[in-house]
């Protein structure tokens, strides 16, 4: 079995506090715990706002 991994948004390091939205490198998750699939055009990601209590959801899109 063969997995590819695509950076979805954010920089390529580690958790980031606090999360941010933005667009490409400027939208930073804080701790992402959930990913799903809505439709064919969107991944939605449950996020956790650095263990901190505050969670969103958080829609990301091409």
């Known amino acids: 079995?063969?997995?590819c991994f695509y950076l979805l948004?954010?920089?390529?390091n580690?958790?980031?506090k606090p999360a941010k939205d933005g667009?490409?490198?400027a939208a930073l998750f804080g701790n992402p715990?959930?990913?799903a699939l809505w439709?064919?055009?969107y991944i939605v990601v449950c996020d956790n706002d650095y263990n901190?209590?505050?969670y969103s959801i958080r829609v990301v899109n091409s």
Not at 9 to 12: F, L, R, S, Y
């Open 52 to 54: 901190n209590h505050y």
């Open 39 to 41: 439709s064919d055009q």
């Open 9 to 12: 948004a954010g920089a390529n």
């Open 23 to 25: 667009q490409g490198n």
């Open 33 to 35: 715990m959930g990913i």
């Open 14 to 16: 580690n958790n980031h």
């Open 1 to 3: 079995m063969q997995f």
